[in-house]
């Protein structure tokens, strides 16, 4: 049987579990292969400085297994709006067209500069282009997109929390 391999595509270091760190957890414990990237790691507020999110985001990787993971920009947090989405996009493409996901997935975007380039970015992925497709593609709900001006309506694909999730630490 073919590992099913997942990308998650967030923009700063918390979204990814917010957003869809139950479906990953589970998603883990049967087999599949998840490949993470972020936008930038976060950092510059003074409650939560650049080497402490880094410490949190290599923690969570190495808790959850995922040896895949990369972020785009260090440094840029809440800057990602100076990064064009031709730029973003690109590097988007490059992973989708080496990792070849069945499954891809990236977050709402909220009223936070850096969810808007990172959603608008994936999006410009999804042009009809050379290269791979990903079967499935899908938006993660966080918290921060009520804060949005704008509800987003799409699917209502949720993902049941297992006991083994809860269970998880």
């Known amino acids: 049987m073919k590992e099913k391999h997942i990308l ?3 923009p700063h270091g918390d979204d990814d ?11 883990i414990s049967n087999g599949s292969i998840i490949h993470m990237r972020y936008g930038t790691v976060g950092g510059i507020h003074k409650l939560q400085d650049h080497d402490t999110r880094m410490k949190e985001v290599e923690s969570v990787m190495n808790m959850l297994g995922i040896t895949d993971w990369n972020i785009y920009f260090h440094n840029k947090d809440a800057e990602m709006d100076m990064i064009s989405q031709r730029e973003l996009a690109t590097l988007m493409d490059n992973d989708i067209d080496k990792i070849k996901p069945d499954e891809l997935f990236c977050c709402y975007p909220s ?5 808007i380039a990172i959603y608008n970015a994936f999006m410009i992925t999804q042009r009809l282009r050379d290269g791979f ?10 918290p921060f997109i009520l804060t949005s001006k704008q509800i987003p309506d799409g699917g209502f694909w949720y993902h049941p929390i297992s006991e083994y999730t809860m269970k998880k630490n």
């Open 8 to 10: 998650i595509i967030v």
């Open 17 to 27: 579990i917010l957003s869809f760190g139950g479906y990953m957890i589970d998603e």
């Open 111 to 115: 009223t936070h500069q850096d969810h």
């Open 133 to 142: 497709i990903s079967p499935l593609v899908a938006l993660g709900e966080y």
